[in-house]
């Protein structure tokens, strides 16, 4: 079984950053893809980053590449999802989850196994 914890949401003004962590305990992360999805209220949950283990695969959605970015640290077990230039638009439930699907795969929600309880991001304009 896979644990995920999130942390760093929070309120953040237009313009502003946040840095999102998620730390995964549990079992091996060794060939596992970590990612991020959020889902805004009456929409549905969306990939927005994703890495594989080594950091040579990665997936930005088209839309916010060059505002966010995402990376990891295999020594702790943890993703990052960096996020700059933030408008209310980003405001959303952001959730954490981990999959061992190949990279090419990812696009599909239900290969995603595992998921965070989710952390609110409010951007106010």
């Known amino acids: 079984q896979v644990q995920l914890v999130e942390s760093g949401g929070g309120l953040v003004q237009s313009g502003g950053s946040l840095r999102l962590s998620c730390a995964a305990s549990?079992?091996?992360?060794?060939?596992?893809?970590m990612g991020w999805f959020r889902q805004a209220p009456g929409k549905e949950r969306e990939l927005v980053v994703a890495i594989d283990w080594s950091g040579d695969s990665t997936y930005n959605v088209d839309s916010l590449k060059g505002r966010f970015t995402c990376s990891r640290d295999n020594a702790k077990n943890t993703v990052y999802l960096q996020m700059n230039s933030l408008v209310p638009e980003d405001t959303a439930i952001y959730y954490c989850?981990?999959?061992?699907?190949?990279?090419?795969?990812?696009?599909?929600?239900?290969?995603?196994?595992?998921w965070g309880q989710g952390t609110q991001v409010t951007v106010s304009s």
């Open positions: 989850a981990v999959t061992y699907t190949p990279f090419f795969n990812i696009g599909a929600l239900p290969n995603w196994s595992y």
């Open positions: 549990g079992r091996t992360f060794r060939d596992a893809v």
